[in-house]
């Protein structure tokens, strides 16, 4: 599986998985890699934008603030989402999603 594949991938299962996150072991086990790898995918997805939450100890894991994933929801039945999600450049935020067609990415009134 490509990079841009995998991230892609791993974005979906943290969104699946709610507010109940996955742990690095369950995540690795479903890309097939290792833990390593998915630590630094996941600091890849937040290094450009996502807003992913990290929990130690037993029930810990890794998961999507709730309002990025009520947000997501919104959007992510489009592939132009998916394409710029995997092109934002490391270390910029998701900023202008508009350039990619994404009007229904805005932020809600009041946010």
Known sequence: MKRSERLQSLTESLRRAGSRGRTAQQLADGFEVTIRTIKREISA???GGLPVWARTGPGGGYGLT?????????????????TYLIQCPVGKPLSSPAAY???SARQPNGA
């Open 45 to 47: 997805l937040e290094a």
């Open 66 to 82: 709730e309002m990025f994933r009520s947000r997501i929801r919104r959007v992510l039945r489009s592939s132009k989402c998916l």
């Open 101 to 103: 067609g994404l009007t």
